[in-house]
Structure formats: structure tokens, C-alpha cells
């Protein structure tokens, strides 16, 4: 359960690499998607064998794990795929209980990423089961992989149209560090002490940058934001089929990965599965609502306006507006829309006051209008990049000559002048210039591209405000109209809310808050109300201990109260756990 694998089938985790997280041990969301047929789509799952356990035997296979062929790693004996079987005749998917109730899906926030899907019985008792032999890996579905398969799987949502959505976290995206922008970079003539995460992506042994930093520039070295989440990059590599480079030595190395190194474009979406129980689901990537550490999106119930938070520091709250209805789109890939960032207008009183008493008041920036076929084609330009590409580029050195000076030297000249395998800096400058000339609709076509892939960058140069820290889950009721509230859980008011430059400058709270906007006429928001606001790090055990602190997840119920979910430091707190509170609205 939870465990991608390679297109030959072997367990990822089998592989000397950086892991981000405990790979198949990191759940996160969970969402439950009903049927009222008692078995998907034609209330069997009987003679075609869909959804079976472990083959005709139940035997792992000649091989110990990749079934005869060695194909999938499947579990049955022609190991063809590990989601299926033949065995499963009775009309009740093989469990001898009762009818499926729906699907549990559930996120793995690793890197390759995950998401299972588990029946629940529901028992002729009335009690319910989760149907473990029939649970599948959507990871390790042909579907997932040909769109690059997905990484950091956080929280996500359930559509108005009952089909489940999961959010990649992707804290890799970040081009820049902290409040830095791309025009702050050209300013100073160099990328040192500036550049984020991003910028490293497909160097050879990614995650380790922040140590060659410190070599190469000692006391002007520092922390590219993101550059943790480049940990299990390379596992990403091999669960697309990349070639594994030497791993007889028991570690990681930096020999550089050459063809399959998976495109940076091609993770931080919005993933939608839809025919959530069909067979096998069909992954949906909204790239118009592009790139970000997404935590969750809201959609509402007019089917085209979604709204995205964003964790991590200094980072941007987004709208997505489609041109029609999602539901109306006979082909995903037609989808398309405007993406929004927002920019707070009130700064004056955001500056130096306790956040519990300003409500934030935004506008809309648009950034750019396309659809997933534009965007995808754009991204699709960047498919051949590799850890090869990065040293024959931005070294001198031949790499298969002297691989540890051409790894220095493409380090240093990226850290000053940018991955010139990506977009540019020169590109998000020149479509920030034109856009401000001409407006979004006016830019160049090769430069469209920018506010979708390179989206917080591309916020940051046209004056929203990516100022937000650890924007978590963001809910609204069942059925929620125009009158009604979303919520969005703030986890930390520190950093980019709470310094002294931009547009939000409120006080320090280390503890978070909630927010709440009003749904307005054409399911706009325009106003963030605090309405719960945690402790700080210095409040004592009598104030932490009765109060919301590190909100990560909200759900709002079918009577309005609020579900809050902690993950939680623990602060001034007597105790250590993490608690669920229930907020009431006025």
C-alpha cells in the first residue's frame, strides 16, 4: 500500500537515493468518494477480474515481486499489473461480505508521490470494512506515469461533482528565495543569495546544493528556498524508467542520470481523478491553475471558480476562473481559464497591527488566460532536460572527464547567471515588461508560458501579493453560494506576513489563524475576515493550551460549524498533542 514502483516493477524504495519522507509511509489526505450502485460503474466487479487482489494464488510471482515477465511488479503470476486479478467471479468483488459503500482515496506525500484507492465494504451488519485485497496504486497506473506521475501528494478536495482532487505540494518550484524577485536578482548582477531550490533541479544529486554552497561561497552562502524537497527527485526519475546510475556502492552518487530525468513542468498541479470508480481513474493535471506547494483547492459549485492555497513561506493565494463550466468539457485537455494571484490593497492597516484585528482586503491580478493543451505543449519543450543537459550547459569542463570540477563549476555559474535549461530570467522579465505595456493578453505568444510554469515568479514581478505564510486548508460548505463563507487555515502569521516590507506586515503570530471570506456575486471573494487567531511562541502554557495553534486542515460540515486540524508545534503547551476543534459562527 502506497508504494510506487519502476515501469518494470520494482519497489522504489529499493534504490540508493534522497527520499523525501518514508516512501508508502506518509498518508495524508483522505476523501471518500460514494456510489449508489453498490459497485462502480456496473455494480459488479465480477467476471473481468478488475480490482483483484493477488493473482490466481496469491504467489508474488516466480521473481519474488515482478510476477513472471517482470512488467509492473504486478502480484499475480504473469506480474503484468499488481492492480488486478482473475479470480474475482461472485458478483461481490471477491470479498464474500457485501456491496462497495465507494472509494477511499488516500495521498502519499513522498516523492514519486501517490494515491491509493480502497474500497469499503459495507457489510449486510451495517459496520463497514476497508476491502485491502482490492486497493490499487494510482501511481503505478500506465494513466499517472505518461503525465509524469505526481510528487508530494498533500491535502486536496472533492468536487461538486463527487470526483476526488489531490495537491502536489511541489516546495521545489521556488526560483527565488524569501521576498526576493527576479528583477531583484538582474539588480544586484547576481543570483547569490537570492536563488531558490528551483534553480537546481536537475543537478546531479540534487538535494545535496546547500552543502556545495556553503563550499563555494563560505559566509556569503545560504539556504535556496525549497532546495529539501529535491530529496527523492531521482526516485522520480526511476519510477518514469529512467536508467538507475551506478548503484553497486550502497550510495547515491553523483553520476549524472541522462535520458528520463522527469521535467520540473511537469509536477505542482491540481490533480483531479475523474471516473473515480471506474477500473482505473483518469488523472486530470489543471495546468492553467499552475505551479505552486499547493495544499488544497476549493472548488465551488458554479463548476469554474477554484481557489488555491499555497504552503510555505512567502507564497501566493490564487483563483482559477474557467471559460466554462469544468463539467462541460468533453476533453480535460480543453479546459481553459484565467489564473488569478491575489494582492492585498489595505496595507495600512496590515502594517504593525495584531492580525486579529485587520481584515485583508484583495484585489485580483490576472496573470494569464490559456488551457491544459497550450500549457502542456509548452512544458512539453522541456521534456529532454537531464543531469547531462545541466553540466554540458553551464560547465566547461567535460563531465565524463572530471565530473566533480564540472559539478562545481555548473553550480557557480547557475547560483550567478540561472539554469539556462529552463525558463530564463531574461524570459519572466520580458513578459513582466510586456505585460505591464500591454496587459496579460498582450504578451508575446512564446512568453504565455511564464505565469502557468513559472508561477510565484511570475506573481512576484507584476505586484501581487506572494507574501503568505503556510496557507493551509481552505474549505467551504456543501452546495456554498453567494452568501456563504470560505475558510482558509493559516498555519504560521510570520516571515513574509510579518516583516517590513510588501503589502502584509501584521504582527508576529507564531500560532496562525482562520480566515473567512464572504462568496459574493459571481463566486468572488474580497475580503479575508480573521476569525480564529492562535497564540505565539512566547504565550504561556494558560493561553496555548485552550487555543488553535498550527492549524493545517479545515472542513467545513453540512451545518456550518468548522472542523480545525492541528499539526502543531508545541509551543508554550503543557501538553504535546495535536487537538481538532470545532469553531462555531456567529
Not at 372 to 384: G, K, L, P, Q, T
Amino acid at each position: 500500500m502506497g508504494m510506487p514502483q519502476t515501469p518494470g516493477g520494482l519497489a522504489i524504495d529499493q534504490f540508493e537515493a534522497s527520499q523525501y519522507g518514508d516512501i508508502g509511509y506518509n498518508p495524508d489526505m483522505n476523501q471518500f468518494v460514494p456510489v449508489e450502485d453498490g459497485g462502480g460503474d456496473d455494480g459488479t466487479h465480477g467476471n473481468d477480474g478488475n480490482h483483484g487482489g493477488k493473482g490466481n494464488d496469491g504467489d508474488k510471482g516466480n521473481d519474488g515481486g515482478k510476477g513472471n515477465d517482470g512488467n509492473d511488479g504486478g502480484k499475480g503470476n504473469d506480474g503484468n499489473d499488481e492492480n488486478h486479478s482473475n479470480d474475482r467471479n461472485d458478483g461481490n468483488h471477491g470479498n464474500g461480505k457485501g456491496d462497495y459503500a465507494g472509494y477511499l482515496f488516500t495521498n502519499f506525500e513522498n516523492s514519486p508521490g501517490n494515491v491509493t484507492r480502497t474500497p469499503i465494504v459495507h457489510n449486510d451488519d451495517g459496520t463497514l470494512d476497508a476491502d485491502l485485497d482490492n486497493a490499487i496504486n494510482l501511481a503505478n497506473t500506465d494513466a499517472l506515469r505518461e503525465i509524469g506521475g505526481t510528487r508530494i501528494n498533500c491535502y486536496g478536495d472533492l468536487t461538486p461533482w463527487n470526483t476526488p482532487v489531490t495537491a502536489e505540494e511541489e516546495y521545489a518550484h521556488a526560483r527565488v528565495s524569501g521576498p526576493a524577485t527576479v528583477s531583484d536578482i538582474v539588480d544586484e548582477g547576481t543570483g547569490v543569495g537570492l536563488r531558490g531550490g528551483a534553480q537546481f533541479w536537475n543537478r546531479p544529486n540534487p538535494s545535496e546544493i546547500i552543502e556545495a554552497l556553503g563550499e563555494y561561497h563560505g559566509d556569503d552562502s545560504w539556504t535556496p528556498q525549497g532546495f529539501w524537497a529535491l530529496s527523492g527527485v531521482e526516485l522520480l526519475a526511476y519510477y518514469l524508467g529512467a536508467t538507475p546510475v551506478d548503484q553497486d556502492d550502497g550510495e547515491n552518487v553523483t553520476e549524472p542520470i541522462g535520458e528520463g530525468y522527469p521535467n520540473p513542468y511537469r509536477t505542482g498541479y491540481i490533480v483531479e481523478f475523474q471516473d473515480p470508480t471506474a477500473d482505473e481513474p483518469t488523472p486530470v493535471k489543471y495546468y492553467i491553475g499552475g505551479r505552486a506547494a499547493w495544499e488544497a483547492p476549493d472548488f465551488q459549485e458554479d463548476e469554474r471558480t477554484v481557489y488555491l492555497s499555497c504552503d510555505g513561506a512567502n507564497k501566493g493565494f490564487y483563483k482559477l476562473v474557467t471559460d466554462e463550466p469544468i463539467t462541460s468539457y468533453d476533453d480535460p485537455m480543453d479546459i481553459s481559464g484565467t489564473l488569478h494571484a491575489a494582492k492585498v490593497t489595505n496595507h495600512d492597516a496590515a502594517a504593525n497591527n495584531p492580525p486579529a484585528e485587520v481584515d485583508l482586503r484583495i484585489e485580483w491580478v490576472e496573470l494569464g488566460s490559456a488551457s491544459n493543451r497550450e500549457v502542456e505543449s509548452w512544458i512539453a519543450e522541456y521534456d529532454d532536460v537531464n543531469q547531462q543537459t545541466y553540466l554540458e550547459t553551464h560547465a566547461e569542463t567535460a563531465w565524463d572527464e572530471d565530473l566533480e570540477a564540472a559539478i562545481a563549476e555548473a553550480d557557480q555559474e547557475v547560483a550567478e547567471n540561472g539554469n539556462r535549461n529552463y525558463v530564463t530570467d531574461q524570459e519572466i522579465l520580458d513578459w513582466a515588461e510586456q505585460y505591464e505595456s500591454e496587459g496579460p493578453g498582450g504578451v508575446d505568444e512564446e512568453l504565455r508560458r511564464v505565469p502557468f510554469i513559472e508561477t510565484r515568479a511570475a506573481a512576484k514581478e507584476v505586484g501581487a501579493s506572494v507574501e503568505f505564510r503556510k496557507s493551509e486548508g481552505i474549505d467551504s460548505i456543501e452546495g456554498a453560494g453567494p452568501g456563504d463563507y470560505i475558510y482558509l487555515g493559516i498555519s504560521e502569521v510570520n516571515d513574509g506576513t510579518s516583516d517590513d516590507v510588501g503589502d502584509v506586515q501584521v504582527d508576529r503570530v507564531d500560532g496562525g489563524l482562520v480566515y473567512r471570506a464572504e462568496i459574493e456575486e459571481h463566486y468572488d471573494i474580497s475580503t479575508l475576515e480573521p476569525v480564529i487567531v492562535g497564540p505565539d511562541g512566547t504565550d504561556p502554557a494558560d493561553v496555548a493550551d485552550d487555543a488553535l495553534l498550527n492549524v493545517d486542515n479545515v472542513y467545513v460540515m453540512d451545518d456550518g460549524r468548522v472542523l480545525c486540524c492541528e499539526d502543531a508545534s508545541q509551543y508554550g503547551r503543557s501538553y504535546p498533542n495535536d487537538c481538532m476543534y470545532v469553531y462555531t459562527p456567529e
